[in-house]
Nanobody
Framework: QVPLVESGEGAAQQGGSLRLSCEVSSEVYGDYCMAWFRQAPGKEREGVAN???????AYADSVKGRSTISKHIAKNTLYLHLDSLQPDDTAMYYC??????????????????WGQGTQVTVSS
């Protein structure tokens, strides 16, 4: 199993910002598509953002313009920064990895490795 360990703010205020971190095993860090997903109660897991081996990024429409996915190669860490938080951002956030240098797919089924998730709750 590839260890993916998320951490970050549990509670945040509407209009505020958060940064989530995901520690990733170095053996997969370079050759995997990395992504953040989230799942709210009663809803399907949805992709938030992804980043490929070349650093190309893509974002869901719901966070586009107020979100940044990045990775710190030396620290083997993936980040998600989210601004202008809304109550709809409340969800369990997961980092995930899929073999391949490009993010060819964005559906959760393509990602073989998952972290345990970190809860984010945005209050109004």
């Amino acid at each position: 199993q590839v260890p993916l360990v998320e951490s970050g703010e549990g509670a945040a205020q509407q209009g505020g910002s958060l940064r989530l971190s995901c520690e990733v095993s170095s053996e997969v860090y370079g050759d995997y598509c990395m992504a953040w997903f989230r799942q709210a109660p009663g809803k399907e897991r949805e992709g938030v953002a992804n980043i490929d081996n070349l650093g190309n990024t893509a974002y869901a429409d719901s966070v586009k313009g107020r979100s940044t996915i990045s990775k710190h190669i030396a620290k083997n860490t993936l980040y998600l920064h989210l601004d202008s938080l809304q109550p709809d951002d409340t969800a369990m956030y997961y980092c995930a990895a899929a073999a391949g240098r490009m993010c060819a797919r964005t559906d959760p089924g393509w990602f073989a490795y998952w972290g345990q998730g970190t809860q984010v709750t945005v209050s109004s």
